[in-house]
T-cell receptor, first 108, second 114 residues
């Protein structure tokens, strides 16, 4: 099993749609989780941390399920500017482990 | 607005040449990471430092890659000799707390080895 696994997509959705991404991780001892966003030919940037209780930042909601070892990201009311690759990131002891990313394309 | 800087932004070289990539972490950050990103492999961790000391470079091909931090404001990644399979985007990232804190990425060096 890969350390961090994501569906690469692409997810093609119209503006205004709600879209959800899932990610699974293999290390049950991991304590910190994040979603990063990477635009085409740019560097990854932190989108949000993922807390056990779940957290929301505007149109974005992140959830953590420790028992099943998966993390989710929900985007409501998608905008054209949300088009990017979303990287699931899991703390792996002394370093962060990045998934390969899920590509989202929002069209008008 | 503090940022991680990397030079050069683009590098095209021929197989067998030495390549040196430089990174200036955000002032005050005590951890520095080097990653390589390709379409096939995604983001791979090559090496990381805490307080300028190398903590792990197990992700690096030892025979040709080397990473150093000559001082707190400069990290370098060298490839000698370079090979076409080294073509990738190399990112440097810095952070404050090893492992659990967020990392701030530089813009990357896009390397093409012919």
């Amino acid at each position: 099993r890969k350390e961090v696994e994501q569906d690469p997509g692409p997810f093609n959705v119209p503006e205004g749609a709600t879209v959800a991404f899932n990610c699974t991780y293999s290390n049950s001892a991991s304590q910190s989780f994040f979603w990063y966003r990477q635009d085409c030919r740019k560097e990854p940037k932190l989108l949000m941390s993922v807390y056990s209780s779940g957290n929301e930042d505007g149109r974005f909601t992140a959830q953590l399920n420790r028992a099943s070892q998966y993390i989710s990201l929900l985007i409501r009311d998608s905008k054209l500017s949300d088009s990017a690759t979303y990287l699931c990131v899991v703390e792996g002891g002394t370093a962060l482990i990045f998934g390969k990313g899920t590509t989202l394309s929002v069209s008008s | 607005d503090a940022r991680v800087t990397q030079t050069p932004r683009h590098k095209v070289t021929e197989m067998g040449q030495e390549v040196t990539m430089r990174c200036q972490p955000i002032l005050g950050h005590n951890t520095v990471f080097w990653y390589r990103q390709t379409m096939m492999q995604g983001l791979e961790l090559l090496a990381y430092f805490r307080n300028r000391a190398p903590l792990d470079d197990s992700g690096m091909p030892k025979d040709r890659f080397s990473a150093e931090m000559p001082d707190a404001t400069l990290a370098t990644l060298k490839i000698q000799p370079s090979e076409p399979r080294d073509s990738a985007v190399y990112f440097c990232a810095s952070g404050l707390v090893l492992g659990t804190h967020t990392q701030y990425f530089g813009p990357g060096t896009r390397l093409t080895v012919l």
